[in-house]
């Protein structure tokens, strides 16, 4: 898991079609309706619209998708079709009269070949398996890609000639003129070593499972190897047969061994495979490989094991032989960003770093000597989202108006002229730049909006199209009986400013006492405060927060220290103390709370999922008396049982640390607890392990305290599937009315 807000959204997708019982609401105003169970996850009611299988095409006027099987070409600019790239008729495998159902695509770069993907399997968080097929638009030819069983991530050389894959734990490239299919590698073994795909802990908090590249002028082939075979394996058990099945991977706990990384360079022509020299020190982290602009030469990022130093080295492909041209260091850790970006030039590059305090952008020469600081001020960046060389341009998004919000800005690579792009408003923009930045997709939403999808130039972020409006999601909305939400902010005991947003009931009424529940996830960096609504996931988040305001509740968040957008130091503060400060400043949020004319103190209420879970169990016990219920799902409850890359970026290791993770787990504080509390975990959760519930319920039973759970078999940190989510939201909704 990479504990962060994006964590609860996902965990809030809508859930199959199900018949569920409706939650009668109390007094609501008789014009509107009120939103029930059903609404939000059975019946299509609040679906909001989106631009769907929206794909660039290299010159920035076009874009692809599939519609009813087949590949279409759209001008950007009036989002109609001009022209079939492929039929899906083109798309039948020879011998079968049915054309593939097809999962997904990908162009080579002159998008005369096309690779498409079928039977999809996913495996973790980012990893899957599938037959791919390719396809030659000139020739309307549809060839399997291989024979030898499902593929992962096929990826054309940047020449269309050659489709690299992983299978079985190795790496494979195909010649497209022979397919002829050619083993990279061969001592790939389940549970051992893994080549040209991520281990489970970097696919989880390094967040990619793909581990080959392609080099710029399609020779060569970068590649990860992962020697896993000292890492210790996690077993679950899967149920449904006679005898249970059991399931066995490796899965590196706080403070034990990790896979041993390395970096090789394959020479397609030549047959050659080079390993780099990562240095000496086995046990340490490669969390990103990337090619430059200049030929032969790899950029590899060096983590220590503690991630808080940071080193870039460039690596000659030919020898291996590499050198430390950047270092970024920090008293707490260092976080892996997606910002690099090398010039065409091949004379400089960006990098972003913490270091004076929020993330900001700097231009390097390929030296390592800074040109300069591009982007400075108390507000972070969030990530490079186009770059236009021909105009010196670099575009972001940031938090320059609020950290509550996310915009799009440019700067040029002198540091000068920056200027925010599209007059949008307030709330959060999440953008989609052309290759070539004329254009770029702004989804905009707002708290209590859905999304607005536009189109803008790119020069200038002036509208050119509205794509979609969601107007009849907005027409839906107002016949129901919405609350507004409102943010707001409080100072703490001890002189800390935090944020948060409430959502009243929409008869609110100030001279009444209400119920509050309290939402938390807490996480290093995430963020619940946001002014935004969206679609999708965050609106099914947001709807059900306004099912319970229908029922009567004020439902809260607030983001305490620890969460992101407001600097390194705010950040950083609960660095190897993990839990402290985030559950005091839980505990400070109810403290305002009850503070408030029209909130019953004595009714306060709290749920999260993941670290959100966590932070539930540990104010329903080193908080107990603040708290009357409160719901963990799939929480951490002793730090030891997590991963290795995320637990000690944040705490050390174990050995190194001990109090940090004993202090503040839950299982120590089962003798706190004395509100209603209701545990929810998936059996087959390979990300936080049901261990952690067994192990807290097992402190509550010595405790004897009263508790509820709910376990889902085979289901893994989504717990979700069939009926599933439906039958959870039923159960926490339940518990809450009777509880709180």
């Known amino acids: 898991m990479k504990f962060r807000s994006f964590g609860l959204a996902l965990l809030l997708t809508t859930a199959s079609p199900a018949l569920i019982p409706q939650i009668a609401p109390q007094a609501v105003a008789q014009q509107k309706q009120a939103i029930t169970l059903e609404d939000i996850w059975s019946k299509p009611t609040f679906r909001a619209r989106s631009v769907p299988g929206f794909n660039w095409m290299r010159d920035g006027r076009y874009y692809s998708a599939l519609s009813e099987g087949n590949l279409v070409q759209s001008d950007v600019t009036t989002g109609k079709p001009v022209s079939t790239l492929v039929s899906a008729q083109d798309l039948r495998v020879v011998g079968s009269n049915e054309p593939l159902a097809v999962d997904g695509y990908s162009f080579n770069a002159d998008e005369q070949k096309i690779l498409f993907w079928t039977a999809e399997e996913p495996i973790y968080r980012r990893s899957s398996k599938a037959n791919y097929f390719v396809f030659d638009r000139a020739t309307k030819k549809l060839a399997p890609l291989s024979a030898g069983g499902k593929q992962s991530y096929a990826t054309f050389s940047p020449d269309g000639k050659r489709v ?81 099945k059991d399931y066995r991977y490796k899965y590196p706990k706080a403070g034990e061994k990790n896979s041993v990384v390395s970096v090789s360079v394959h020479d397609v022509a030549a047959g050659r495979t080079t390993k780099m020299d990562v240095g000496p020190e086995a046990d340490q982290y490669i969390p990103r490989v990337l090619w430059t602009k200049t ?26 032989k590499t050198q430390v041209v950047l270092t970024d260091t920090d008293p707490a850790y260092v976080d892996v960003a997606d910002d690099l970006r090398y010039l065409n030039d091949g004379k400089q590059f960006i990098f972003s770093s913490e270091k004076d305090g929020y993330r900001h952008l700097y231009l390097y020469d390929m030296k390592g000597k800074l040109a300069r600081q591009l982007t ?30 996310r915009h799009l800005y440019r700067v040029s690579l002198k540091g000068k002229g920056k200027s925010r792009l599209g007059e949008t408003g307030a709330g959060t923009d999440v953008v989609n730049i052309s290759p070539d930045t004329r254009y770029y997709l702004n989804y905009h939403s707002a708290a209590g909006e859905p999304t607005t999808v536009s189109l803008r130039n790119g020069q200038d972020g002036k509208l050119v199209k509205v794509l979609e409006d969601n107007a009849a999601l907005r027409q839906t909305l107002s016949q129901y009986n919405m609350g507004k939400v409102e943010f707001f902010d409080f100072k703490t005991s001890e002189g800390t400013t935090l944020n948060g947003w409430m959502i009243k009931p929409a008869n609110f009424d100030p001279s009444k006492k209400y119920p509050v529940l309290m939402h938390v996830y807490g996480g290093p960096g995430s963020q619940t405060v946001l002014d935004n609504t969206g679609g999708g996931v965050a609106l099914t988040n947001y709807l059900w927060h306004q099912m319970l305001a229908q029922n009567g509740y004020i439902v809260v968040s607030v983001d305490g220290r620890g969460t992101g957008a407001r600097g390194a130091k705010f950040k950083k503060s609960t660095y190897a103390n993990l839990g402290k400060l985030e559950t ?100 087959g959760d390979d990300n936080v392990h049901f261990q952690n519930s067994v192990a807290w319920t097992d402190a509550l039973v010595k405790a004897n305290k009263d508790y509820q759970t709910l376990y889902y078999p085979n289901r893994n940190h989504g717990i979700s599937g069939g009926n599933t989510r439906l039958h959870l939201y039923r159960q926490m909704t339940d518990f809450i009315l009777k509880n709180l």
């Open 376 to 405: 400075k001020g108390n507000w972070e960046i969030g990530a490079i989202e186009g770059l236009d060389e021909k105009n010196g341009q670099v575009y972001f998004t940031s938090t320059e108006a609020s950290p509550l919000q």
């Open 584 to 683: 005091i400043d839980q505990g400070e949020g109810a403290k305002y709370l009850g503070t408030l004319p029209y909130v019953d103190k004595s009714r306060i209420g709290i749920w999260g999922w993941s670290f959100g879970g966590y932070m539930t169990a540990l104010a329903m016990t080193k908080e107990a008396d603040l708290f009357k219920a409160g719901i963990s799902v799939a929480p951490v409850t002793n730090w030891r049982y997590y991963d290795t890359v995320y637990t000690e970026r944040f705490l050390k290791t174990p050995q190194e640390n001990p109090g940090g993770y004993d202090d503040n787990s839950p299982v120590q504080f089962a003798e706190q607890l004395k509100g209603k509390y209701l545990l929810v975990h998936g059996t």
């Open 164 to 244: 690299a894959f992983a299978r079985d734990n190795n790496l494979f490239v195909v010649d497209l003129a022979t397919m002829q299919e050619k083993a990279v590698t061969t001592d790939g073994v389940v549970n051992k070593i893994i080549n040209g795909s991520a281990d489970w802990v970097y696919e989880e908090e390094f967040s990619f499972a793909q581990g080959f590249f392609w080099s710029p002028d399609s020779r060569q082939v970068a590649f990860y190897t992962f020697d896993e075979s000292q890492v210790p394996e996690y077993n679950m058990q899967e149920w449904g047969a006679l005898y249970p």
């Open 295 to 320: 030929p032969n030469l790899l950029s590899i990022q060096r983590m220590n094991r503690l991630q808080n130093k940071l080193e870039l080295l460039h690596a000659d492909a030919a020898t291996g």
